[in-house]
């Protein structure tokens, strides 16, 4: 459907993502659409095949569709900041007043876009973007490797220069939003000046997000995240394990897929034959059927060898909505969005056998988790609403327009 034109007194922004959009980054146009006094286009080099198509067309501005050759374009601009001209009309056509980048690399990407519109930079750090450290063997790669890296490891080069450029977006960025106190901490430890970030959280749609008391909470454990190590999806199989022998009817229910897809089920198969399901990646309202169907929600997130943290977790916050209790560790920002004892429960990271327990703990007491849900719901809130949050980044937006205006003038 198309949407209607925006009214003059509704400032257009670009908001970059390199590849629109990973199904798990649902909070990006959540924030987007929930802007009033401003209008976000889409901006990227292309799509993310597997990830969310729902974004409005009329407002999708991607370099690959803007080009004739968009592999060679693509690479030119990542490396070398050229923008191709057709892709430069298209976003001028659009009179932004800034760009606001999600995550550490598109800053550095976005960067060139700024440059040539002379707009405001706003980027947002996320988690692994603000502690990501390389590797001693990944440190000063000779031209031959960096060449072999481009052409065969995208990922580890594109890592690589994004670290080596780091401060200088911390340097040439507007303003720096972190998601949580935690990322803000790592973005200080990184060199960034302590004037130039300031926390902010993104919020979910309470809307959305609301229990329907009709439906009976079941024994299932639910697990909502991508399938790699930082979420910690092996350590909950071990948890569970133990959880069967007391609790036999308990199931857990995984939802999301990754790259550890395979060795977990395969995991799961030896530890749990009939007690766990994979359903693969799900939409939005199927996340939220079983939110509100399960007994206990459990990410067990922790920091990874290269740095990587979880850095607020905003499906702490939905399930917490839902009147559903959480069960994590207590790494990055988790603590900040599930409250200790009050929410839900954190045990020590990388502790399993307290993960259980805890996992028992909400299993057993039915007091302990109707006091927890309950709790959840008002933390939720008063400080992760959408409709509460949103107008201050609205008001940071203001700021920047308002400081360029001076500056101009």
């Given at each position: 459907?198309?949407q209607?034109?925006?009214?003059?007194s509704?400032?257009?922004?670009?908001?970059?993502?390199d590849?629109?959009l990973p199904?798990?980054?649902?909070?990006i146009p959540?924030?987007?659409?929930a802007?009033?006094?401003?209008?976000?286009?889409y901006?990227?080099?292309?799509?993310?095949?597997?990830?969310l198509?729902?974004?409005?067309?009329?407002?999708?501005?991607l370099l690959?569709?803007?080009v004739?050759?968009?592999?060679?374009?693509?690479?030119?601009?990542?490396l070398?900041?050229?923008?191709?001209?057709?892709?430069?009309?298209?976003?001028?056509a659009?009179q932004?007043r800034?760009i606001?980048?999600?995550?550490?690399?598109?800053g550095?990407?976005?960067?060139?876009?700024?440059?040539r519109?002379?707009?405001?930079?706003?980027?947002t750090?996320?988690?692994y973007d603000a502690?990501?450290k390389?590797?001693?063997?990944?440190?000063?790669?000779?031209?031959g490797?960096?060449?072999?890296?481009?052409?065969?490891?995208?990922?580890?080069?594109?890592?690589?220069?994004?670290?080596?450029?780091?401060?200088?977006?911390?340097?040439?960025?507007d303003?720096?939003?972190?998601?949580?106190?935690?990322?803000?901490?790592?973005?200080?430890?990184?060199?960034c000046?302590?004037?130039?970030?300031?926390v902010?959280?993104v919020?979910?749609?309470?809307q959305?997000?609301?229990?329907?008391?009709?439906?009976?909470?079941?024994?299932?454990?639910?697990f909502?995240?991508?399938?790699?190590e930082?979420?910690?999806?092996g350590?909950?199989?071990?948890?569970?394990r133990?959880?069967?022998?007391?609790?036999?009817?308990?199931?857990?229910?995984?939802i999301?897929?990754?790259?550890?897809?395979?060795?977990?089920?395969?995991?799961?198969?030896?530890m749990?034959?009939?007690h766990?399901?994979?359903l693969?990646?799900?939409?939005?309202?199927?996340?939220?059927q079983?939110m509100?169907?399960?007994?206990?929600?459990?990410?067990?997130?922790q920091?990874?060898a290269?740095?990587?943290?979880?850095g607020l977790?905003?499906?702490f916050?939905?399930?917490?909505?839902?009147?559903?209790?959480?069960?994590?560790?207590?790494?990055?920002?988790?603590?900040?969005?599930?409250?200790?004892?009050?929410?839900g429960?954190?045990?020590?990271e990388?502790?399993?056998e307290?993960?259980?327990?805890?996992l028992?703990?909400?299993?057993?007491?039915?007091?302990?988790?109707?006091?927890?849900?309950?709790?959840?719901?008002?933390?939720?809130?008063e400080?992760f609403?959408?409709?509460?949050?949103?107008?201050?980044?609205?008001?940071i937006?203001?700021?920047?327009?308002?400081?360029?205006?001076h500056?101009?003038?």
């Amino acid at each position: 459907m198309i949407q209607p034109q925006p009214q003059a007194s509704i400032w257009p922004v670009l908001i970059y993502r390199d590849r629109l959009l990973p199904y798990s980054e649902t909070f990006i146009p959540a924030q987007v659409e929930a802007l009033r006094r401003y209008q976000g286009y889409y901006v990227g080099v292309g799509r993310e095949p597997s990830g969310l198509g729902h974004l409005p067309s009329q407002r999708l501005c991607l370099l690959e569709d803007a080009v004739r050759w968009s592999k060679p374009s693509a690479t030119a601009f990542r490396l070398g900041g050229v923008l191709p001209k057709e892709f430069l009309r298209r976003l001028q056509a659009h009179q932004p007043r800034l760009i606001h980048a999600h995550f550490g690399p598109d800053g550095v990407f976005s960067q060139a876009i700024a440059r040539r519109l002379k707009i405001p930079l706003v980027v947002t750090f996320h988690g692994y973007d603000a502690a990501l450290k390389l590797a001693p063997e990944q440190n000063h790669p000779s031209l031959g490797q960096q060449l072999n890296q481009l052409l065969y490891h995208r990922g580890t080069f594109y890592r690589r220069r994004y670290v080596e450029q780091r401060s200088r977006l911390f340097a040439q960025a507007d303003q720096i939003i972190a998601v949580s106190h935690c990322i803000r901490s790592h973005l200080l430890a990184q060199g960034c000046p302590a004037e130039k970030v300031m926390v902010h959280y993104v919020g979910i749609d309470r809307q959305q997000f609301q229990p329907d008391p009709q439906v009976a909470r079941e024994p299932v454990v639910l697990f909502v995240g991508r399938l790699v190590e930082k979420k910690g999806c092996g350590l909950l199989l071990q948890a569970m394990r133990s959880i069967q022998q007391l609790h036999p009817q308990v199931k857990t229910v995984i939802i999301g897929d990754g790259p550890l897809r395979a060795s977990l089920e395969q995991q799961a198969a030896r530890m749990l034959p009939t007690h766990t399901e994979f359903l693969g990646v799900q939409p939005a309202a199927v996340v939220r059927q079983w939110m509100n169907r399960a007994r206990v929600f459990c990410v067990p997130s922790q920091m990874t060898a290269q740095q990587d943290v979880e850095g607020l977790g905003m499906v702490f916050a939905e399930a917490q909505a839902m009147g559903l209790p959480v069960v994590s560790f207590a790494s990055g920002g988790v603590p900040e969005v599930v409250r200790e004892g009050v929410t839900g429960l954190l045990a020590p990271e990388g502790d399993g056998e307290a993960l259980g327990k805890a996992l028992h703990r909400l299993l057993d007491d039915d007091a302990l988790w109707e006091r927890l849900a309950i709790a959840g719901q008002h933390h939720i809130a008063e400080n992760f609403d959408l409709a509460r949050n949103t107008p201050l980044l609205e008001a940071i937006y203001d700021r920047l327009l308002d400081r360029k205006s001076h500056d101009i003038g």
